[in-house]
């Protein structure tokens, strides 16, 4: 059973930068790992994601260039690193475990889900 804990968030001024922190236990060989994202009143939406076992990394088109996630397996971690952020990223976000890396899409009755932390950005 894959489980995972989120870290990091808070708030900050637009133009600043936030890193998240997520924790996973019960790995799966070479599963996609990553982070999405939920703003008031909106869908859920998939914003970067990574394979464990190494390999290329998917961003939303939203935060290409701001965001970037790395993991470090040893400590069965991945982590985002947002950059430049706007207003429009405050959204509270969610780690995942086991969903569609290259569509950044859940899979129903699969994908494991984090409590979420809140990220706030204030122009």
């Known amino acids: 059973q894959v489980e995972v804990v989120e870290s990091g968030g808070g708030s900050v001024q637009a133009g600043g930068s936030l890193r998240l922190s997520c924790a996973a236990s019960g790995l799966a060989i070479n599963m996609c790992m990553g982070w999405f994202r939920q703003a008031p009143g909106k869908e859920r939406e998939g914003v970067a994601g990574t394979y464990t076992g190494g390999g290329a990394t998917y961003y939303a088109d939203s935060v290409k260039g701001r965001f970037t996630i790395s993991r470090d397996n040893a400590k069965r971690s991945v982590y985002l690193q947002m950059n430049s952020l706007k207003p429009e990223d405050t959204a509270m976000y969610y780690c995942?475990?086991?969903?569609?890396?290259?569509?950044?899409?859940?899979?129903?009755?699969?994908?494991?889900w984090g409590q979420g932390t809140q990220v706030t950005v204030s122009s």
């Open positions: 995942a475990a086991l969903f569609a890396c290259p569509t950044l899409h859940e899979v129903a009755g699969l994908t494991r």
